[in-house]
């Protein structure tokens, strides 16, 4: 990106306008003004900038212009050794404003000194107070301030830079925190008045009632709140290897407002040197409402591959279908495949209690929600075996049966039960069964009162279930092409593992070969049902051939200069997703920047489906439809061979058709993207190095905002699921460059990256980085 010199300030800072977007920069190296002065132009990823900002809209340029007009570069320049003291102590990136707001401050500050003027501030003792380790860098800063203009700055100037040095570091606006210290003197002024007290200056009483006052104004000002959070605030000002200080939250749990953190002793700080602030045991986080998290079922879908490899090479005969001959393929066949076969039984039979137990670890991240959820699907279980014989009005000969649903349903009660009485205290009496250990007993409890009601309304629901089943079947090719359409446009909401899971373990009844009924397409296909498969079928040719073949359309149609770099990511994705059927890092490459082409990629996957159900190919897959799963399960498929011509038709589509419409409609695809205002904003270098920059998870880190910005972290097969607190202090760029194939927006701070497979190994890297 070309950048317009518009005007040189001092020695260090250079006011320049975007060719391209109109847009303005503030441009800050060392000596920047002297390398520039006399160029009418620069690049913008010119190495002797240091740090750039873009102006937000023409007042700003305007305030930028008057001020720079009259500014000392002296003022410059001990503004600009300031904010490299401020980076020093608080690596990561700073508020862009302290760039203008700081030299502007001094010069008036000095303006005021030379003149004779007093300089007061009302608030300096709660300052003191409030920001210590801010106001101890605002003292060493007032101090530079005095020696290079041989003036004496006042201890009540320092207090007043300290606000510009938090307003830096916290992205609050300094306005703001003039206006909380006003209302704070003045509710200490009525708590005085009122009560009938007097706190004296300085007092650890005065501290404490500073430091509630301000996190509670700074709370109704902005969520989620800016300031370190406790955790933090006590590791930054007391190290003290956890003496003093006993948790009562572990890592991981949701909080809620109110509830105590850590229990702490006064007297053992005090006694380690360290000055005694009160810190506030209230949660620095709003509660967070029960919401569903639909990536919690893959913690048990991820059992399906092994079960359908082990299903696979159980079904194979050895002598005939790979021939090993009679001595090696009938050993085979006779005391290793009957084994391979039931250990695939014990996955496929005990699915619901699988979901039970994953979802509850998946939504709780504890082993004993996991025991709670086994719990409830066993009472749950024996509940609805007991039900047919007490209420008349159901047959005896009734079965109810919940299938995978009723795992999925004792697992979520697990998880809500272990976030709401975990931490429960009891009598002293009942001591023995507080915190974890009422879990598992109050989950029973509820499963009793709630599998009851259950089983009285089940029956009939359980009837809607089998008709709907046996309607959407009944329509063939159609309801097929309709089930793939709805699954590829609920990929951007993560509601797909929701419908899939009513289809692949819920629709569709079989009674297998030891007279057991199962449910669903999958599960039905894998007990040797015939014609089990239409819900899965369709995906095969899409995943094997199309999307690989959309790969090649995208990397054709990337800037020649871009072409190469295009090339590295989306032939490894093609790869994974002829292989293993893994498609989000391909699919989400295109999804956001041409919604177009992904509706048609939706749509044709339709087709796809309908196309396979016409030809009678049926297919299954125990984890996606790539090639692995196509070969292991190709003894239980039907008219397997007829998937490869579709699919290389398909192929032939989707390169063709992507192409067209990339170059007919100009598709920001990857690779033909403008350059984006922030394409050339590296990562900020302190940020990477304090997440040790030299992994990729470090990196990773630091381009979703570092440690302080992430709430919570977790991840599914494909995705990096974030609760942040700032989403736009992410880098998309800089992700998109370490690998990301696209970056989505939940909000409330929900944001997912999607990085392929790596997902849930970076996940583990980023929290040991934490």
Known sequence: MMLQVERVVGSNIVLARS???????????????????????????????????????????????????????????????????????????????????????????????????????????????????EFEIASEAAAMIGEAFGVEVPEDEAGFLTYHVYSSVNHVPVGQLVKVSNVISKLQSIIEEEGGVRFEQGSLSQARLMIHLRFSMERLYQQPMTAPTFAQYVQNEYPLKGQGFTPQVQTGDQVAVGQTLIEFDLNAIASAGYPVITPVIVANAAEQPWESHPESLMLPVATLPAAGILQGLGLLNYEKDIPLGPVIGGFLNQYVAPFLNEGAGAIFGNLALIFAIGVAIGLAG?????????????????????????????????????????????????AYMYKKYHNIKLPDWLGFFSGKRFVPMVTAGSM???????????????????????????FGGVGSMVFMIANRLLIPLGLHHVLNSIAWFQIGDYTNAAGEVVHGDLTRFFNGDPTAGMFMSGFFPIMMFALPAAALALIHTARPEKRKMVASIFIGAAVASFLTGITEPLEFSFMFAAPLLYVVHAILTGAAALIMYLLNVKLGFAFSAGLIDYLVNMKLSTNPLLMIPVGLAF??????????????????????????????????????????????????????????????????????????????????????QLGASGIMRLGGGAVQVIFGTQSEILKDEIKKLM
């Not at 990136?93 to 760039?99: A, E, G, P, Q």
Request: proline fraction near 4%; include cysteine; hydrophobic fraction near 45%.
């Open 19 to 133: 060719h391209q977007n109109t847009k303005e920069y503030v441009l800050i190296g060392k000596g920047l003004g002297f390398a520039f002065k006399g160029e009418s132009t620069v690049q913008a990823d010119d190495p002797r900038i240091e740090k750039r900002f873009r102006l937000e809209d023409r007042e700003e340029w305007g305030q930028a212009q008057e001020l720079m007009k009259d500014l000392d570069p002296n003022v410059i320049d001990i503004s600009d050794r300031i904010i490299r003291l401020i980076t020093d102590q608080f690596p990561g990136k700073l508020n862009d404003k302290i760039y203008l707001a700081l030299p502007s401050h001094i010069q008036f500050t000095l303006y005021r000194i030379r003149n004779g003027m007093e300089i007061l501030n009302p608030f300096l003792m709660e300052t003191k107070l409030s920001f210590p380790k």
């Open 366 to 414: 504890d082993a004993v929600a996991a025991l709670s959820a086994l719990i409830a699907y066993m009472v749950l279980i024996r509940i609805l075996g007991a039900v047919p014989g007490v209420f008349g009005y159901i047959p005896d000969d009734v079965k109810l049966d919940t299938g995978v649903l009723g795992g999925i349903f004792a697992g979520l009660l697990a």
């Open 448 to 474: 009793l009162v709630l599998a009851i009601l259950i089983g009285m309304v089940w029956s009939p629901i359980q009837d809607a279930i089998g008709a709907f089943g046996t309607w959407i079947v009944g």
């Open 651 to 736: 192929a032939v589509v989707y390169y063709f058709l992507f192409r067209f419409m990339i170059v007919k409609f100009n598709l920001k695809t990857p690779g033909r993207e403008d350059d984006a205002d922030d394409a050339d904003v590296p990562t900020d270098a302190s940020a990477v190095a304090a997440a040790s920059a030299d992994t990729k998870a470090g990196k990773v880190l630091a381009g979703i905002g570092g440690t302080n910005n992430i709430e919570s972290i977790d991840a599914c097969i494909t995705r990096l699921r974030l609760v942040v607190r700032d989403d736009k202090a992410i880098n998309d760029q800089a992700l998109k």
